[in-house]
């Protein structure tokens, strides 16, 4: 086996299981037959008795591709062709297989109504995964020449050999632009991966909050069904109007606040499917929500909530995601004063800012280790936390708004969780 084929044999072992494997598919653009099979003989070497051409099922033609294979597997799989139509046709056909090229040597001369840098523009159009190599003498295009035509979103895509070329530079080439694509495919299926695991990471810690939530909510069903349960006995046993009439009001109260409460834990626990629209938010009102919902949790921590002046604060921006940063942060504040404590709620608006301070009477946070709180996967819970909250929540504010979110320990003890929203000027 060659160094080559065992190169590419061990970068496919070295693949996470089900990564895009390498792509060694070569196209050859030339309008002199034996320039083409030049290429091809050294991308694709004939050992004497080992060599079999297949051609296309259409009538021969100086256009028709000739594919070579080779039993002792070789390093390329190549593809040559002599006109403009019959390339942009193989590329065409090759993506309809889920076979792309990787790279593809063109002719710049080629003596057709299209040259090749022409032709690689449209393929590119086609195929904007592919590379190209142009083989050009020097009396041809210039190297900017060529790059202006090409256009700067393809300034990485191609290369260029001149003629004469050497079986060396020929075989690097192929290399190089071949790996480049092998790169470019391998990242993005990383990334398609990092996404996935991002998103299961976000369910996760989303679904922590929903539980903390659902024993809220659950709490607070008991007690009103207590109320319904209780008021509908005293209308069964006293059956005059009035009791009856304040009986049933009393239910009716009862199974509206319970309706609400199903509704809010409904929209907080709901996954669209498509990203939320930006609407004008009423901050007071997303943080109530947020308290609500974890009114059962404070009551039984003996935390009490402060909220500084209430004057109307507004921002554009995604309700649902805001009350689950607020929910976040609550449950943090919660879990540090398990004994209780106070939280300290704040919202200004000054110019075009909004500013928002949560901040809880709990033991603070250790200053080595404070930086790193807003951290994917820090905790200091231990097997009881994830490491989730605070990173969400600074990937909701920053990310998703374009706030700025700050962690640090107050003056008067606790911590303080700041966010802040600047609205953009238009232009």
């Not at 349960?229 to 009862?254: C, F, H, Q, S, W």
């Amino acid at each position: 086996m060659s160094t080559a084929a065992k190169l590419i044999r061990d970068q496919k072992n070295l693949l996470p299981k089900n990564a895009p494997v390498p792509n060694r598919r070569v196209l050859v653009i030339d309008d002199e037959p034996e320039i083409g099979e030049g290429i091809r003989r050294i991308l694709y070497p004939q050992p004497a008795g080992n060599v079999s051409a297949i051609r296309s099922s259409r009538s021969p033609s100086a256009s028709t591709p000739t594919v070579v294979k080779n039993a002792a597997g070789p390093e390329f799989d190549v593809v040559v062709v002599s006109s403009p139509e019959a390339a942009l046709e193989a590329v065409t056909h090759a993506l309809r297989e889920s076979r792309p090229f990787a790279v593809g040597f063109f002719d710049v001369m080629l003596g057709a109504e299209m040259d090749g840098i022409e032709l690689v523009k449209q393929i590119l159009s086609v195929d904007p995964k592919m590379f190209a190599v142009f083989v050009t003498a020097y009396h041809d295009r210039t190297v900017d020449t060529i790059g202006s035509f090409l256009g700067e979103e393809n300034r990485e895509k191609w290369d260029y050999i001149n003629k004469p070329f050497s079986e060396g530079e020929i075989l690097q080439k192929a290399r190089n632009a071949s790996s480049l694509w092998d790169l470019h495919r391998l990242k993005e299926w990383q990334e398609e991966r990092l996404s996935e695991a991002h998103q299961l990471l976000l369910h996760g810690e989303k679904q922590n909050a929903v539980a903390a939530i659902g024993r809220s909510v659950a709490h607070e069903f008991g007690n009103l069904l207590t109320h319904i349960v209780g008021n509908a006995e005293i209308a069964l046993e006293n059956k005059t109007p009035e009791v009856m009439t304040n009986a049933l009001d009393i239910i009716l109260k009862a199974s509206d606040t319970a309706s609400n409460i199903l509704l809010r834990f409904r929209k907080l626990h709901g996954s669209e499917e498509q990203a939320p629209k930006a609407e004008t938010v009423d901050v007071w009102k997303a943080i109530e929500e947020a308290t609500e919902l974890l009114e059962f949790q404070f009551r039984k921590h003996y935390i009490h909530i402060f909220k500084a002046k209430q004057e109307p604060v507004t921002l554009e921006g995604h309700r649902h995601s805001l009350v689950q940063v607020f929910v976040n942060l609550f449950l943090n504040s919660i879990h540090a004063m398990t004994d209780g404590g106070e939280i300290h709620i704040a919202v200004t608006q000054k110019s075009k800012s909004v500013h928002i301070s949560v901040r809880d009477t709990g033991p603070g946070i250790p200053e080595d280790i404070l930086p790193k709180v807003t951290q994917p996967l820090f905790t200091t819970k231990g097997s009881g936390g994830s490491g989730l909250g605070l990173a969400i929540c600074k990937e909701i504010v920053e990310i998703e708004h374009g706030g700025e979110l700050s962690v640090q320990n107050h003056v008067k003890g606790g911590t303080e969780v700041t966010i802040t929203f600047t609205e953009e000027d238009e232009e």
